[in-house]
């Protein structure tokens, strides 16, 4: 997600603020460290324009990636 998030030019921050979340969450999301809900994956894959299967990917080892 960090890759995406990058490559569309968007700070943490700008990305919380489009998804309605804190920074936290988006800093959270990066490092494996909270599942998003549906809701939310479905958000952050519009404002990135691309699939939800193209920003996470689940492992049932390690939880989404």
Do not use: C, H
């Amino acid at each position: 997600m960090r890759e995406i998030r990058e490559e569309r030019g968007l700070t943490q921050e700008r990305l919380a603020e489009l998804v309605d979340v804190t920074r936290q969450t988006i800093l959270f999301l990066e490092k494996g460290k909270y599942n998003p809900s549906l809701r939310l994956a479905w958000s952050i894959a519009q404002v990135f324009g691309r699939p939800i299967e193209e920003v996470f990917s689940f492992d049932d080892e390690r939880g989404p990636g």
